[in-house]
């Protein structure tokens, strides 16, 4: 091989390289260990409302209505599921 080849070896794997770390940092967050979470709420917020009477997930619910600050989160799995 010749030494510019060599070079440009190089270059092109270091490229992959940080383009894969990239999208694997990037996509992180969008693995999430609360999908069924998400999944119900939405069900929630669609058949509800954004503002329903009672978080149907706490066993120990109690008459305060849940905080929606990722409703939209939860929408649109349950529309995908």
């Known amino acids: 091989m010749k030494r510019a080849d060599i070079g440009s070896t190089i270059i092109a794997g270091s490229l992959v390289f940080l383009a894969g770390f990239t999208l ?17 709420m939405g069900e ?8 329903p009477d009672a978080d149907p997930l706490l066993h120990t619910a109690h008459a305060d209505a849940p905080i929606q600050h990722e409703w939209l989160f939860g929408v ?5 599921h």
């Open 24 to 40: 694997y940092a990037a996509g992180g967050p969008l693995k999430t260990p609360d999908a069924w979470f998400h999944l119900k």
């Open 44 to 51: 929630v917020y669609v058949a509800e409302g954004l503002w």
């Open 76 to 80: 649109v799995p349950h529309q995908l």
